[in-house]
């Protein structure tokens, strides 16, 4: 204490020295001050040492979390061609007009600027005003995958200063060249959630291969400042995107157009609701050309509102109650277990009552004494009912879950559905049912489940995977050939012939069959499904179809034709058969395929 | 001029100057060394502080930086030129110095641009260049303290000298300061007149009578003060990542974490990118990022050498007006200092201060270095080998 007062002066002494008038002695004054200032340096010393050395670590770690930001570069995504290379799907490179409405706000009139970019772009300034409305937003998106002119324009008022704040960002477009064609086999995508600007396919091909098309996107991850720009000399990682790969379809895009062409000229012909074509090569499962109606434009899919029956994959994703194409499958069942025989003879009754249950034939005609080829001409029910009934119910579920039937075909296509059969045991199932499905009731399944079963009958009894990608060809340039795979042997390769054989037999036998090709020797069958009500067939809901397939000699097409509810005719024979036979003939014509003989050529023309 | 002092200091101290040689510019060597050393090691940093700015328009070798650079080369010569300067000249000069100072500081409250951040009213602008008259008014009112301590000598026990003329003169130079408002640089210009009032000698209890006053003035125009309130609330709950105004100090305590002791080197803190203004308030914090505590250690012992040497050059110099001169140039320098490093360092709130020397700003640096020019001609004058 003494000594502080000593350094301050002390009261006395001060009196002493106002009285001298003399300055006191400067030197402990200064002293206190050298003092307080070594004292502020200490505790600045010791801050520093705290947080240079002590807390240097965390407060690091801390700074590095916080400036790091990661983001990704979106791949290019593959192209989807045909088989022949042509471009079904490609990605284009367009940009998005984005802007920063704080900037935009604070250097300009928004609605100006609105104004001009709907000049430019075409669009409804009101809806661009409203989406730069915000004045404290950093971010609004004005107009996705602009390409072209107006792109051009936007990139032109920018460079001029006519649109402060708004700038054009990368986007990736996905076009469709054709439009409708092929729709359903490519799908459509639709904007990636978890990463804008870029696509993720949504259904068909694009969908089934989108890990393949897509492709790996890349990672930039850097320090950023307050505005996130990328500081110069901070940390930096740049790992390019993976580009996606092109997949090679099987689908031919003119047997593809054949399809689509008969497809709407025949719903035209019969003013169906609906429809689809499938032509496969049942050698090798290969879908040629797969068309359905209603469809769509997968490089429209903005100007849909909801998703409505054209969207559907008819030919995978629906089911259908096959009616009398079906009997092919007891027949194939029914020759291969040896219950029948070409040959065997039996009474085809108009009328029958098997278990409680009265069935008809579709013109409640009796045939006494018929051979089998008989059932297949008249397309008796009856008589599929007694060649399903000597096979024993057991056996015949066996062969409908060989043919792949009630299960998935595993084609690569995305939402492919099951079909629904009903087997022995089962709880919904009675004695009856086995009738019914003999002739293809009381069963559903999908167009490419009975265009796959009905190839294993061409294909000497073996049964191929469908499918429509054939080759997979990755940016590096590596070529994937996807090989055809067979599922199973469900005949034995002479029960395929001679059921092909009996298929053609009838087939000709038919007076005025409208299914017949000039020079060509197919087989086929006509189906008609009838869905009873109260007895009576209600003729706007039946589904008249046709598979067939040839040349017989060495079967590599197979034309499935089905249309729904038609409305003028009513007939499998009517309303199929002659679709079936313009298509079967116009590919043929385009593969080439030989016709049998010219003379015959000549002699059906006559 | 020079000489002719020379000699009558020669012969006023007769052997002892022979000893001590009267070559020109400077005879403090230490004085001599931290005058070139701390403008020059701050035009390195601000060249490093401004990297951020590269984003921007401009280019590597900026317009800032190279204009820190002619102001630097520009002051260090204007230092060692006035070190020649007798500095009894500026007793005359002192009075009308201040009279002009005022006139500026009260001129800037009616003509500065009002749109300015944070409508604060220091600057004048002229053409490109601004003029803040606070650089200039503390150099006034220290001289002018300095001046009225000599002419008033022992009477500065003496309230009517203590509390009116001394005080009076700081008083008149902080107000105006405080009303622009620019805290910083008034509790800065008030402190230094305090000490220097109480170097002079001044009664204790007269000593707290404008402190009194003027720390409620202080409190007043805090409270007033939106982003000043902040400030010192934010301080107050000694979190330092609250969002707004915390997010300095604590960009600030990474970038010294992240040197740790030896830095990142030169140029290459990424914490200047987050920092608000690196080349000027947090510079400290861009030295701490780049040299670790060896850099802000370095600076932080500069300082304080700067004080110790002032100080020792006070208490050897021949008369109260050199006196007070160097202990009013010492404590202006290294409070600016001090209050500008713990802001930095989170020791007192945040506040607009620049680092003397070593801040971005040519008025600061030139007014600095003007500081030292003096001090360094009453060094010359001092004899430091007697005893402080």
Known sequence: ?606 | MSAEHGAHVSAARGARALRRPTSWPARDPYLLILTVVLPLGGVVLVASARIPAVLGESSLLERVTVQQMVFAVAGVVLALGLSAVDYHRYARIALPALAAAWVSLIGVLFVADATDLFAARRWFRIGDLTVQPSEFAKIAMIMALAALAQKYGGAVHSWRVSILRLGGVMVLTVLPILLEPDLGTAITVGVVGFVMIFAAGARLHHLLIWPAVLVPAAMLSIMRNAYQRERLFTFLSGDPDLARTGYQAAQAQIAMGSGGVTGRGLGLGTQKFLLPIPDSDAIFAVLGEEFGLVGTGTVLVLFLALFVRGIQIAAASPDVFGRLLAVGIVTQLAFQAFVNMAVVTGLVPVTGITLPFISRGGSSLLASLVMMGILLNVARHADLRRKA
């Open chain 1, 1 to 606: 204490m003494k000594s502080v007062r000593g350094l301050l002066g002390s009261r006395n002494k001060r009196a002493a020295d106002v009285d001298a008038g003399e300055p006191p002695d400067p030197s402990r004054r200064l002293i206190l001050m050298l003092l307080g200032g070594v004292g502020a340096a200490g505790a600045l010393g010791w801050r520093l040492f705290d947080w240079h050395v002590n807390q240097a670590a965390a407060l690091a770690a801390r700074g590095s979390s916080a400036l790091l930001t990661r983001s990704e570069i979106n791949p290019r995504r593959g192209n989807i061609v045909d088989r022949s290379g042509d471009v079904l799907a490609i990605s284009r490179s367009a940009v998005r007009v984005v802007a920063d409405p704080s900037e935009l706000h604070h250097d300009a009139d928004p609605f100006e600027v609105a104004d001009r970019l709907a000049e430019l772009l075409g669009v409804d300034a009101a809806v661009i005003a409203e989406r730069l409305g915000n004045p404290t937003s950093r971010y609004a998106e004005i107009q996705r995958e602009v390409i072209g002119e107006p792109a051009d324009a936007v990139a032109a008022a920018i460079e001029d200063g006519q649109l402060p704040g708004v700038r054009l960002d990368p986007d990736r477009m996905r076009t469709y060249p054709n439009r409708e064609l092929a729709a359903h086999v490519l799908g459509f995508v639709g904007e990636n959630t978890s990463r804008p600007g870029d696509v993720v396919g949504q259904a068909g091909i694009e969908a089934w291969y989108d890990d393949i098309l897509g492709g790996q996107p890349g990672i930039v991850s850097s320090d950023i400042d307050r505005l996130g720009r990328r500081i110069p000399i901070g940390r930096y990682a740049h790992q390019p995107p993976q580009h996606g790969s092109h997949v090679t379809l099987t689908i031919d895009r003119t047997i593809q157009h054949i399809a689509e062409q008969e497809l709407d000229a025949a719903i035209d012909e019969f003013s169906a609701a609906s429809g689809t074509i499938l032509i496969t090569n049942p050698k090798t499962g290969e879908v040629l050309g797969l068309a359905n109606r209603p469809a769509y434009d997968p490089g429209r899919m903005h100007e849909y509102r909801t998703f409505g029956p054209e969207f559907s994959n008819r030919a995978s994703g629906l089911i259908f109650e096959p009616g009398s194409t079906f009997k092919l499958i007891t027949m194939a069942a029914g020759l291969d277990t040896g219950a029948v025989r070409p040959e065997t003879t039996h009474d085809l009754p108009g009328i029958m009552t098997y278990y409680g249950q009265e069935f008809k034939n579709w013109d409640e005609r009796t045939h006494p004494e018929q051979t089998m080829v008989s059932v297949l001409q008249h397309s008796s029910n009856t008589g599929a009912i007694f060649v399903a009934d000597t096979i024993g119910a057991d056996r015949f579920y066996s062969y409908l879950d060989a043919f792949g039937f009630g299960s998935r075909t595993g084609i690569d296509l995305a939402g492919e559905v099951s079909g629904i059969v009903r087997r022995r045991g089962d709880p919904m199932w009675f004695l009856p049912d086995l009738a019914a499905n003999s002739f293809g009731q009381g069963i559903s399944v999908t167009p490419v489940q009975l265009a796959t079963a009905v190839g294993a009958i061409a294909n000497d009894g073996v049964m191929m995977r469908p499918r429509v990608a054939r080759a997979v060809t990755h940016p590096d340039g590596r070529h994937e050939t996807i090989e055809p795979q067979s599922i199973r042997r469900v005949l034995s390769t002479e029960t395929a012939r001679t059921l092909v054989q009996m298929m053609e037999a009838a087939e000709s036998a038919v007076t005025g069959n409208l299914a017949r090709i000039p020079g060509y020797r197919t087989a086929g069958k006509t189906g008609t499904a009838e869905i009873p009500s109260g007895g009576k067939l209600l003729e706007d809901t039946a589904i008249a179809s046709y598979v067939g397939f040839g040349p017989i000699e060495h079967p590599h097409v197979l034309v499935l034709v089905i249309i729904e509810r038609p409305q003028t005719a009513f007939f499998g024979a009517q309303v199929a058969s002659p679709t079936y036979a313009r298509v079967m003939s116009r590919v043929a014509t385009y593969m080439k395929i030989p016709p049998r003989e010219r003379r015959d050529l000549n002699a059906a023309r006559t």
